[in-house]
């Protein structure tokens, strides 16, 4: 076979080699190269590949020397490649000092090669650019896409019985940021995500959402490493890595049955980020794993968000009335409406749906027909001349941000020309300072309007003394949780707190209602801290409308004394 017959082999050879789609068999490339390089009397071929400008300007690249003979050089040839400043390639043949000149012929074919060669290279390492751009993020940690993969292609060969699933984010990150500063709180990051990635095992992942959270695939018996280090792990940092600080996360973990049958990315991230959210509403702690239950919950809520719409056109939500006592007198002097839903032929109760619709503004929706139907109520009551007391309506927080709420509000209200004076409207507490001057702003022009406000639940949760201060409430809502048991006991806490929660009140011109009042003893106490009106199943449970009507009637609960 003549020179040029076996040049076209190894030419052809080289050429199906680079362009094959499987992975590319370095090896033989190098192989050929150096057959090509003896061939054509070259004594060194260096590719060399830069990501910028700056970085070939500075020689910080790749480098690839496939064939050098260790002959001295007498001449160069370099051709180059530059895509837009980013992917810069340069391959270099030498010649070897001494030896003929190159041929016509030789430098045709030498510039052939390579041109294959940048080609070649610059393809390779734009799979790489590309792959680094699309699969993990500016900080160099994986992201959802990678994961997504991992998980599908494990999940795909029906393998994820082996693994447990977790979504996690760690805890007071945003704390340590502003005390350690930017640089060291990323190294922080980097090196306690690094010790997760080391938990994982074969085939693990930890995957970057963005800011400090993160989703993690791991081998079922690296579970109790992961636990342990989310748990709390003492991270190095400084020049001298002398700082150290804790770090835990919160996490959401499902530990995948043996008969998961995997077909649908979307399910296993549910499943984990209801864990993760159960982590995060408290109360179960900070790693929470879950379970059927959690499942069923999450299957229910998506029901009750699909069907909600239809429920409010077809009037299946009902609104139930709570007789308000005065304590002293014994009758009715308001009522608190509380949401029904029957849905085939069943009663739901709000702690089944109001939570579900909290997530959305649908809960708005929820509470805007409820009062539309209390104002209907309140309508027919004075048209037919029947006994009228103030009702008071449930508005959820989510109402906060809506700066035309008064005006929604009135014109529902003034639609069926109801007396402002016989509608209040009781909103919780709030826990931030946006949702406060929220609140004032909402309150101050409800009472200016005529409507009266209630704080509900005060007691429990976040209530600030700030919240009664600064806000012109009407009326305060004792939570049931606060109210004392026990009145015997003057010692109690309980008493002396509720004695001077009501005692405050009044003096500052606020009415008090007891919420939950269950007991005599309870009604007892209440007069005896003058604690004027009582809300409870010891007089009533919320009644459906008609039944209301006729207590109102009545009117008076003899047999309660
Ligand atoms: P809430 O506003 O604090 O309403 C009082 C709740 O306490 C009612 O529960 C009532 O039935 C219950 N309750 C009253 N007396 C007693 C008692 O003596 N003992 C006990 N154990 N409980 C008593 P309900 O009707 O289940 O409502 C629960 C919560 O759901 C309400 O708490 C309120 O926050 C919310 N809610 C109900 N309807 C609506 C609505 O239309 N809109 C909004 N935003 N929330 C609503
Ligand atoms: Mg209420
Ligand atoms: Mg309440």
Request: net charge negative; with cysteine; proline share 3%.
């Amino acid at each position: 076979m003549d020179q040029s017959e076996r040049y076209y082999q190894y030419l052809e050879r080289l050429t199906r080699e680079m362009v094959s789609p499987e992975q590319i068999r370095v090896e033989t490339v190098y192989e050929d190269l150096r057959e090509l390089c003896k061939m054509l009397r070259v004594s060194k071929g260096v590719t060399a590949f830069y990501s910028s400008l700056s970085h070939e300007r500075r020689g910080q690249g790749d480098v690839y020397i496939p064939y050098d003979n260790g002959s001295e050089t007498d001449k160069a040839l370099t051709i180059r490649s530059d895509l837009e400043g980013v992917l810069v390639g340069q391959c270099t043949v030498y010649h070897a000092k001494g030896d003929e000149p190159w041929t016509e012929d030789e430098l045709i074919r030498i510039d052939t090669i390579q041109r294959m060669m940048l080609n070649f290279v610059s393809r390779d390492r734009m799979k790489m650019m590309i792959r680094k751009a699309t699969l993990y993020d500016d900080a160099g940690f994986s992201n959802i896409r990678l994961f997504t993969h991992t998980v599908e292609k494990i999940g795909n060969e029906q393998c994820l019985k082996y693994f447990c699933a977790a979504r996690i984010d760690l805890k007071h990150f945003s704390l340590i940021n502003q005390q350690l500063g930017r640089d060291v709180c990323n190294k922080v990051m980097k090196e306690y995500i690094r010790q997760l990635e080391e938990a994982t095992g074969e085939g693990g992942i930890v995957s970057r959402l963005g800011g400090d959270n993160f989703v993690m695939l791991f081998r079922k018996n690296h579970l109790d490493q992961v636990v342990k280090l989310l748990e709390g792990s003492p991270v190095h940092f400084g020049e001298m890595n002398d700082g150290r600080v804790m770090i835990s996360a919160r996490a959401g973990i499902l530990v995948i049955p043996d008969d998961y049958y995997y077909h649908d990315f979307g399910d296993l991230m549910d499943r984990i980020i209801n864990a993760y959210n159960a982590s995060k509403g408290g109360g179960r702690g900070d790693i929470v794993f879950s379970n059927e239950k959690m499942l069923e919950q999450k299957e229910q809520a998506m029901r009750i968000k699909q069907i909600f719409p239809v429920a409010l056109q077809n009037d299946e939500i009902l609104v139930f009335y709570q007789p308000k006592i005065s304590v002293s007198t014994k009758s009715i002097v308001g009522a608190e409406a509380l949401s029904r839903w029957y849905n085939n032929g069943k009663l739901v109760m709000p702690n089944a749906f109001i939570p579900v619709l909290e997530q959305s503004m649908d809960i708005c929706k929820l509470d805007f027909y409820v009062l539309d139907h209390v104002c209907r109520d309140i309508r027919r009551w004075l048209d037919e001349g029947k006994p009228v007391v103030r009702i008071s309506v449930n508005l959820s927080r989510r109402h906060l941000i809506d700066l035309d709420l008064q005006d929604h509000i009135l014109s529902i209200v003034d639609n069926y020309r109801i007396p402002h004076h016989l509608i209040e409207i009781e909103l919780t507490e709030t826990t931030s300072d946006v949702e406060f001057k929220d609140l004032k702003r909402i309150v101050t022009g409800l009472q200016e309007a005529g409507i009266y406000t209630s704080v509900d639940d005060f007691g429990v949760g976040y209530s600030s003394l700030n919240l009664i201060r600064e806000i012109p409430w009407n009326i305060l809502k004792v939570d049931r949780n606060f109210l004392p048991s026990n009145g015997d006991n003057a010692q109690d806490r309980f008493n002396v707190m509720f004695r001077h929660v009501v005692k405050m009140a009044k003096e500052m011109g606020l009415i008090c209602v007891a919420e939950g009042v269950e007991t005599r003893e309870q009604v007892e106490i209440l007069r005896k801290n003058g604690c004027d009106i009582a809300q409870g199943f010891y007089y009533d449970k919320p009644l459906p409308v008609r039944e209301f009507e006729k207590r109102l009637e009545q009117n008076t609960y003899p047999d309660k004394d």
